[in-house]
T-cell receptor, first 115, second 110 residues
Framework: GAVVSQHPSWVICKSGTSVKIECRSL??????MFWYRQFPKQSLMLMAT?????????EQGVEKDKFLINHASLTLSTLTVTSAHPEDSSFYIC???????????FGPGTRLTVL | DQQVKQNSPSLSVQEGRISILNCDYT??????FLWYKKYPAEGPTFLIS?????DKNEDGRFTVFLNKSAKHLSLHIVPSQPGDSAVYFCAASAKRKLIFGQGTELSVKP
C-alpha cells in the first residue's frame, strides 16, 4: 500500500521560532499533497493544497506567509510554520495523492507544541 | 459552516453486534465519500469509499450506504470487534479536496 511519512513526529519550540515539517511519499509519486491541522477532539481542517512545482493553494483563513509550503519534488512537501506562537500548537497531518482521483494517503502526523 | 456533520461524538457497541456510524452533508456537489479510521496521534487510515452514483459499497465487514436525497451516508461494521475501537471520520470530496466531519469515537466492548 501507499506509505506517507512525516518528520518530525513531534516538536517543541519556543515562541517566535520557525519549524519545518517534512512530508514524504515513500513508494509512489504524489502529484498533489495536502496539509491539514487538527485541534483536540475536532475535525481535520484542510490548510492548503500543493502541486509539485507550483505554488500552494491556501484555504480561506490560512495565512500563506505564516504557513510556508514547498512542494519541490513528487515525493516531498514541506510545511514551515514561521514565527510560531502558542496558538499554532496543533497536530499537523499531510496527505498525498497520485493519479487516483479521490483517495488520499495520510502521514502519521506531527504534534507541534509552541511554548 | 459545517458541510459534513457527524452528530454523534461517540458510540458504544458490544462485540459481535453491528456498529452504525452516521454522517450528513449539505453540499450536493460532493461526488465521492470516504470513511477513515483514526487512532490518537496518528494519521487517518482509509477504510472504504463510495461514489455519488452508487448507493452501496461493501468490503468485508464494512458497508457504506449513501442516500443522496437525504444527503446522508452511513458506515456499517458487522460483526464489530474490539480492534475496531477508534475515531471514525467521514469525508466528502469535491475537486479532489476532502471535507471531514467531526468524527465519531467508536468503542467496541468485549
Amino acid at each position: 500500500g501507499a506509505v506517507v511519512s512525516q518528520h518530525p513526529s513531534w516538536v517543541i519550540c519556543k515562541s517566535g521560532t520557525s519549524v519545518k515539517i517534512e512530508c514524504r511519499s515513500l513508494d509512489f509519486q504524489a502529484t498533489t499533497m495536502f496539509w491539514y491541522r487538527q485541534f483536540p477532539k475536532q475535525s481535520l481542517m484542510l490548510m492548503a493544497t500543493s502541486n509539485e512545482g507550483s505554488k500552494a493553494t491556501y484555504e480561506q483563513g490560512v495565512e500563506k506567509d505564516k504557513f510556508l509550503i514547498n512542494h519541490a519534488s513528487l515525493t516531498l512537501s514541506t510545511l514551515t510554520v514561521t514565527s510560531a506562537h502558542p496558538e499554532d500548537s496543533s497536530f499537523y497531518i499531510c496527505s498525498a495523492s497520485d493519479s487516483f482521483p479521490n483517495e488520499q494517503f495520510f502521514g502519521p502526523g506531527t504534534r507541534l507544541t509552541v511554548l | 459552516d459545517q458541510q459534513v456533520k457527524q452528530n454523534s461524538p461517540s458510540l458504544s457497541v458490544q462485540e459481535g453486534r453491528i456498529s452504525i456510524l452516521n454522517c450528513d452533508y449539505t453540499n450536493s456537489m460532493f461526488d465521492y465519500f470516504l470513511w477513515y479510521k483514526k487512532y490518537p496521534a496518528e494519521g487517518p487510515t482509509f477504510l472504504i469509499s463510495i461514489s455519488s452514483i452508487k448507493d452501496k459499497n461493501e468490503d468485508g465487514r464494512f458497508t457504506v450506504f449513501l442516500n443522496k436525497s437525504a444527503k446522508h451516508l452511513s458506515l456499517h461494521i458487522v460483526p464489530s470487534q474490539p480492534g475496531d475501537s477508534a475515531v471514525y471520520f467521514c469525508a466528502a470530496s469535491a475537486k479532489r479536496k476532502l471535507i471531514f466531519g467531526q468524527g465519531t469515537e467508536l468503542s467496541v466492548k468485549p
